[in-house]
C-alpha cells in the first residue's frame, strides 16, 4: 500500500471487496456512464481478474474516494472509469492514481497507456491536459456493440 497525498490518503490495488464502494462513488458522478454487464460485480471482477495489479483506489478513512480501471492487452494500456469524488478533488489525488496505475503498467512492460474522456467531460479533459497527457487530433475512436443487453445508463 502506498501512502497518498496526506497522511490521511492512500493509494493501493483495487480488490473485488472494494466494489460496493467504487460503485456507490460511481453513483455520485454526473454524466458518469455506467453499463449493466460490464460494471456489474461480475464484470469488474472479470476486469480484476484479467489485470490483478493495474486498477487503483483512493481511500480517505477507510473511504473509496477515488478508483481507475485500468488493464492492458500485453502492449497498451487503458484506463476506464476515472474519478474522484467532488468532494476530494484538486488534492492530487486523480494524479497518484494515475502514476500508481502507470507504474503497474511499466511493471507488466507496458509503454503506452490510453484513455477516453467524453467531450462534455469538461473537467476531466482538463484534467488528463494539465497532467502532461496528449490530445489526439489524428486518429477517431470506433467500437462495435457486440452484447446489446450491455446498456449503458448515464448518471444525471
Given at each position: 500500500?502506498?501512502?497518498?497525498?496526506?497522511?490521511?490518503?492512500?493509494?493501493?490495488?483495487?480488490?473485488?471487496?472494494?466494489?460496493?464502494?467504487?460503485?456507490?462513488?460511481?453513483?455520485?458522478?454526473?454524466?458518469?456512464?455506467?453499463?449493466?454487464?460490464?460494471?456489474?460485480?461480475?464484470?469488474?471482477?472479470?476486469?480484476?481478474?484479467?489485470?490483478?495489479?493495474?486498477?487503483?483506489?483512493?481511500?480517505?478513512?477507510?473511504?473509496?474516494?477515488?478508483?481507475?480501471?485500468?488493464?492492458h492487452d500485453?502492449?497498451?494500456?487503458?484506463?476506464?472509469?476515472?474519478?474522484?469524488?467532488e468532494d476530494?478533488?484538486?488534492?492530487?489525488?486523480?494524479?497518484?492514481?494515475?502514476?500508481?496505475?502507470?507504474?503497474?503498467?511499466?511493471?507488466?512492460?507496458?509503454?503506452?497507456?490510453?484513455?477516453?474522456?467524453?467531450?462534455?467531460?469538461?473537467?476531466?479533459?482538463?484534467?488528463?491536459?494539465?497532467?502532461?497527457?496528449?490530445?489526439?487530433?489524428?486518429?477517431?475512436?470506433?467500437?462495435?456493440?457486440?452484447?446489446?443487453?450491455?446498456?449503458?445508463?448515464?448518471?444525471?
Amino acid at each position: 500500500m502506498q501512502q497518498g497525498i496526506g497522511s490521511k490518503i492512500q493509494i493501493r490495488e483495487m480488490q473485488i471487496s472494494d466494489y460496493e464502494q467504487v460503485r456507490a462513488l460511481w453513483m455520485t458522478i454526473h454524466g458518469f456512464g455506467i453499463r449493466s454487464i460490464d460494471d456489474s460485480r461480475e464484470g469488474v471482477a472479470r476486469f480484476l481478474k484479467r489485470n490483478p495489479s493495474t486498477s487503483v483506489v483512493a481511500l480517505a478513512d477507510g473511504r473509496v474516494v477515488g478508483a481507475i480501471l485500468c488493464g492492458h492487452d500485453g502492449r497498451r494500456g487503458c484506463f476506464y472509469h476515472v474519478c474522484v469524488h467532488e468532494d476530494f478533488r484538486k488534492q492530487g489525488i486523480g494524479k497518484a492514481m494515475a502514476v500508481f496505475a502507470m507504474k503497474a503498467l511499466q511493471a507488466e512492460q507496458i509503454n503506452k497507456v490510453s484513455l477516453i474522456a467524453f467531450k462534455k467531460n469538461e473537467v476531466g479533459n482538463h484534467f488528463w491536459k494539465s497532467v502532461g497527457w496528449t490530445f489526439r487530433e489524428d486518429l477517431n475512436y470506433y467500437d462495435f456493440v457486440l452484447n446489446d443487453a450491455n446498456i449503458t445508463e448515464f448518471n444525471k
